[in-house]
């Protein structure tokens, strides 16, 4: 029965070894209990220290603790749309088949990730600066970041050809990748026209090695969270594909 | 010089998780034909779009003068004529001007003579000046196939057409057909794929339906 | 070269032509502009403040306008695949392509700019920065448009998707832009955002016709 997610390429190296779906459902599972343990451990850990064990900041007191779960889904918003792009990147040169299933799979749990980090910073925002919103330079970015997430997914469902939705949306996200840093430099730029004089980001503390710790752990926990997503959401994507085939080939035979 | 101009080794296409075709071979020398047939969507304009260079190939090459025209298009594009389906008119435009854009987007001189003569060969010659959105299907058709024949080079190229007498009544079928003649006969090459009538003498015929995979059971 | 010649004449002829598309961005324009002072009231002081920014935010609404046009037409006709298959490079075609555009539809709204800056109060100090900026950052309008423009060629409602992808991509230039306006006004010295407006646009030019090409040839595979 033809394979209909993709032959892998015969000289293949590890990558394309990796690209058999029931390989990959087989990795992935037996990887899957040790990335959930590391993100308990990392979230506890992280929070722990986070939460308790950490200095409190001379200004914003205890609010500052808001940073340790902003601050690291700020990053891994920008770590999911690199993944985006580099999906991107390699479905387009290599064609490697489980590229676009991963940039499928990793594009709403960015989003998700964008989210919070605006929700979390509006909600450090309130009690700093009395408004639930500021257009700081970093706020701004990351909720222009949320947007392009939305046009990514946008675009993967314009087409009903899989593939084409595919190839367009790796194109997008390559181009919103070189796009980002020229956005983040004009955002700062408009940032410092209009706010002269006060803090161009929202209550940047000097960062004591004491909170280094705790933003160190809850980024890692973050990161294995990602980790767990994206692999639970691939897992799924390859799943539905393979009904999809079936589903497909029975049509096939049924012809006359 | 027995080497053939024009070469489809080995040639497979997948569309939409499907396997259309695989294994396709053909040979051609300049002069050469080939008439592509096949049931309604067995891929007779997938096999044309891939060797136009559209659709990249899941396997096989296509080689032009011993070029693999995947890896350099350039002489191949200069050399090769695609007339598909769609007739790629702008319906602003008169056909003269139409015609007038391919020939320069082609790279073939500017030359006005050979616009008209091509417009004769399809019997248009009268309509030169008329806004395209005029023309009927028939016309339309015509005038997609004057493309090829206004910019045609002096030492012979390829043509692919895909069912390019649709539309066409059988005076506009033999003005074709002599067309297609005449640039066979200074050493051009033509591929054509067609369920209508189309006569191409001492063409080969290539049958898409051969090269599929065996359904499963 | 002679493709890209061909084909910047061509659609310069078929816009010619078509007459009234071309006019609608500038008309949408000025009609858009004129819907602000009616939405916040027309005092002077509070329309000049805000006039920079909003002239730019509406040209980059009025480019957005004629760009899914710029390659549908030629998508259905199945002009596109001619181009694609032309020993021309397709990077030029589309290089053209993007030039016609602008000519068609930035070129006229920077020159109907001065109107806007009257309507809205606009400080005399900023009109010969807004038509300089208006001049330099239109070209990247069209440029990076014309890259959506190409990505979404062919989908489903396509306009308004299109719209999503590109404003994020506009905010540079629409930061720039608005900024040296500002500058021009408060007397400050704007040749800073200008020369980041050119550097944009010089880097468009660069990089958007041959992105825009790429995808083309994804959507026709």
Known sequence: ?256 | MTAPAFVIEDLACRRGGRVLFQGVELELAPGGAALVVGRNGAGKSSLLRVVAGLIPPLAGRVLWRGVDTRRTPESYREAMRYVGHADGLQTALTVAENLAYWARLSGAPDDPDALDRALAAVGLAELAALPARLLSAGQRRRLALARPIASRADDGGVWLLDEPTVALDRPSIALIEAAIAEFRADGGIVLASTNAPLTLPGAVRLDVSEFQLATAG | MRGFTATLRRDLLIARREGGEALLAVIFFVLGTVLFPLGVGPEAKLLAAVAAGLIWVMALLASLLALDRLFQADWRDGALELMALAPEPLTLVVAAKCLAHWLVTGLPMALAAPLMALLLNLPAAGWPTLIAALLLGGPALSLIGAVCAALIVGARRGGVLMTLLALPLYIPTLIFGAGAVQAAIGGYDASGHLALMAATTLASAALCPWAAAAALRQAME
């Open chain 1, 1 to 256: 029965m033809a394979d209909a997610i993709s032959a892998p390429n015969p000289s293949g190296g590890f990558w394309h070894r990796l690209a058999n779906p029931a390989r990959f459902q087989r990795l992935s599972a037996a990887l899957m209990p040790w990335l959930v343990a590391a993100t308990v451990g990392l979230f506890a850990a992280g929070l722990y220290y986070g939460l308790y064990a950490s200095p409190i900041d001379y200004q914003q007191k205890d609010t500052v603790r808001i940073m340790y779960v902003h601050v690291p889904a700020a990053w891994l918003a920008m770590a999911s749309y690199s993944t985006l792009a580099i999906a991107g990147f390699v479905l387009l040169v290599w064609r490697h088949p489980l590229a676009d299933v991963a940039g499928a799979a990793a594009a709403p749990i960015g989003a998700g990730f964008t989210f919070m980090a605006l929700v979390t910073g509006a909600v450090w925002g309130q009690p700093t600066w009395g408004t639930w919103w500021v257009w700081d330079a970093r706020l701004t970015s990351v909720l222009i970041l949320f947007f392009l997430f939305l046009g990514y997914i946008a675009i993967r469902n314009a087409f009903d050809e899989r593939e084409r939705a595919a190839k367009a949306a790796a194109i997008l996200a390559l181009v919103g990748a070189v796009n980002l840093p020229v956005i983040k430099f004009s955002v700062e730029w408009w940032n410092t026209l209009h706010q002269p004089a006060s803090i161009s980001r929202i209550g940047a503390p000097a960062i004591h090695p004491d909170m280094l710790r705790p933003l160190l752990l809850m980024a890692g926990a973050y990161l294995c969270l990602f980790a767990v997503l994206l692999l639970l959401r691939m897992r799924l994507e390859l799943a539905r594909r393979s009904v999809e085939a079936l589903q497909l080939a029975r049509a096939g035979a049924a012809q006359p």
